[in-house]
């Protein structure tokens, strides 16, 4: 539990109590704000930083549902009445099968000159993990040129032949104070009710229990998850990636797992809730975690940060430096079958394992 601190507010301390939907208050929170004309132009001012020129918006509504069955956060309109701006608020929910790609395509391009947008809104820890998988989501729908590569980001989406709309993302802070900067005395105590509202959230260690989390359909994919660790794991020996000879099942505190060998390296893997749940860290349950092992011949944890420093420097990073320990996420494929992600996951592996072999093969030979 959270204790009321002097940034604490109003709206913070009674929607936590009364409401467990976070999220939602947090939205008619700022659909509340955004009645203001001034308010409204900042979003206009905020999407042409990112290159797009949407026009006047001339009202914001929340939860509009469309056709195509999709319910965004937030909707913009134009004087003509016409959606020219989606915003959809996140804080640590995962991307529904929507978006981004439903988004973009429900805000079907204009006969104007005017670039219609997409904008994601996020905690600052979330941006560049959240950011990394939007533009691989809509990479699969048109061609992707990122304009601004800061906490504020943004990048046109092509499809086929049609004029470019706009996918953008920025976190709660940076939204709330350029807000705040431009309305004056109108609605500045709205902003910071939600502004303490947004902290609450964002700080939380353990927020409101909703009902979704205790249906079954939860300890289903826990136990979904323990059987992809152990069948992944016979996979990758069967294919020779790794070795679990004296090594054993070791649930840790953060998830299960077990220890094995990866090209002579000592490894965890498993469910890791603690990275899992961070933000800063990609959105997946299972990890490798190389240590340093005592065995005679195990490779030294300084050596084998040397050989992954190449995935640390990818962007997004595919490994995390914790000083006695490496992180590596794998990523799982969503709405697809077990075994495809089976056979992902023990694709992962392989491609470590070749990474080490072939690094410190390269070292010892030398």
């Not at 359909?217 to 998850?225: Q, T």
Request: net charge negative; hydrophobic share 40%.
């Amino acid at each position: 539990m959270i204790k009321n601190t002097k940034d604490d507010s109003l709206l913070a301390h009674l929607a936590w109590m009364l409401s467990s939907r976070h999220e939602d208050v947090a939205v008619e929170a700022l659909g509340y704000i955004l009645k203001s004309a001034a308010a409204r132009k900042v979003l206009g001012e905020l999407a042409r930083v990112g290159g797009a020129d949407i026009g006047e918006i001339s009202s914001v509504l929340t939860q509009v549902g469309g056709e195509d069955g999709t319910r965004p956060d937030l909707v913009g309109f134009d004087r003509n009445s016409n959606e020219c701006l989606i915003i959809e608020a996140k804080f640590w929910a995962g991307l529904t099968g929507n978006q981004p790609n439903a988004y973009l395509e429900r805000l079907e391009a204009s006969e104007t000159d005017k670039a219609k947008t997409l904008l994601f809104v996020a905690p600052v820890s979330r941006t560049e993990t959240l950011w990394a998988e939007l533009q691989r989501l809509a990479g699969a729908v048109g061609t992707i040129r990122s304009l601004v590569n800061t906490e504020f980001k943004s990048t046109s989406v092509i499809v086929e032949d049609s004029r470019p709309k706009y996918l953008m993302l920025t976190s709660w802070p940076d939204l709330l104070n350029r807000l705040d900067n431009a309305v004056d005395s109108e609605m500045i105590d709205e902003i910071k009710q939600l502004k303490g509202f947004v902290k609450r959230i964002d700080e939380s260690e353990f927020p409101p229990i909703g009902p979704e989390e205790l249906a079954p359909r939860f300890p289903r994919r826990l136990n979904g998850l323990r059987q992809l660790v152990d069948d992944s794991t016979t996979r990758a020996v069967e294919y020779g990636c790794a070795d679990i000879d004296g090594l054993r099942i070791t649930p840790k505190y953060r998830g299960y797992g077990r220890y094995l060998r990866i090209a002579g390296t000592g490894t965890w893997f498993g469910i890791d809730s603690g990275s899992w749940a961070r933000g800063e860290y990609p959105d997946t349950p299972l990890w490798l975690h190389f240590e340093q092992w005592t065995e005679i011949n195990s490779v030294p944890i300084d050596r084998t940060r040397e050989v992954l420093r190449p995935l640390m420097q990818k962007d997004p990073p595919e490994c995390f430096d914790e000083g006695s320990t490496l992180l590596v996420p794998i990523l799982l494929p969503t709405e697809v079958e077990f075994d495809a992600v089976l056979n992902s996951v023990t694709e992962k592996i392989r491609i470590v394992a070749e990474l080490i072999h072939n690094s410190v093969g390269d070292v010892s030979s030398g």
